[in-house]
T-cell receptor, first 110, second 114 residues
């Protein structure tokens, strides 16, 4: 069983829609949770990180962590065509070894 | 600041050939990482270096060696390339390996082993 599971999609939504991206994990030692965005043929870039359970909001993006369910989510409000990318969740217990999901491919249609 | 740079950007090797992927960062980060990214597998950690002079194995270290040459540079070597090592390789760095500290990724090296 993989440490981190993520639905690869692809996901296609109309511009302005609310997008929900999710990951599940099995290791209860994970404490730090991150979402990265990766454009085609580029390296990943950090969007948001969260420590332990709870919500964090940054502009149109909201990250949620539910440690009791071992489930994390990223919500994108008012999605834009520029949000079209692959979204990777990542997590770590301590900060030295990071475990990534396989990524969800998102297309926002104008 | 160039951030994290990787060379080469593309490489084609024949089975059994060797090569070294170079990575450098100019952000004074202590920790550096090598990942490979394959379709359906996501990013997997090959090796990391928490600080200058130390290296540790990640999830998929077999067939690779690394050298932390100095604080700025972290190289990945394939001694005898195999088709299974066809992948996109990313180098990353951050400060002290703190999870809350952003990992900055390089642009990647696309390697094909025939």
């Amino acid at each position: 069983q993989k440490e981190v599971e993520q639905d690869p999609g692809p996901l296609s939504v109309p511009e302005g829609a609310i997008v929900s991206l999710n990951c599940t994990y099995s290791n209860s030692a994970f404490q730090y949770f991150m979402w990265y965005r990766q454009y085609s043929r580029k390296g990943p870039e950090l969007l948001m990180y969260t420590y332990s359970s709870g919500n964090k909001e940054d502009g149109r993006f909201t990250a949620q962590v539910d440690k009791s369910s071992k489930y994390i989510s990223l919500f994108i409000r008012d999605s834009q065509p520029s949000d079209s990318a692959t979204y990777l969740c990542a997590m770590t217990p301590t900060g030295n070894q990071f475990y990534f999901g396989t990524g969800t491919s998102l297309t926002v249609i104008p | 600041n160039a951030g994290v740079t990787q060379t080469p950007k593309f490489q084609v090797l024949k089975t059994g050939q060797s090569m070294t992927l170079q990575c450098a960062q100019d952000m004074n980060h202590n920790s550096m990482y090598w990942y490979r990214q394959d379709p359906g597998m996501g990013l997997r950690l090959i090796y990391y270096s928490a600080s200058e002079g130390t290296t540790d194995k990640g999830e998929v270290p077999n067939g690779y060696n690394v050298s932390r040459l100095n604080k700025r540079e972290f190289s990945l070597r394939l001694e005898s390339a195999a088709p299974s090592q066809t992948s996109v390789y990313f180098c990353a760095s951050n400060t002290l390996g703190l999870a809350a500290d952003t990992q900055y990724f390089g642009p990647g090296t696309r390697l094909t082993v025939l």
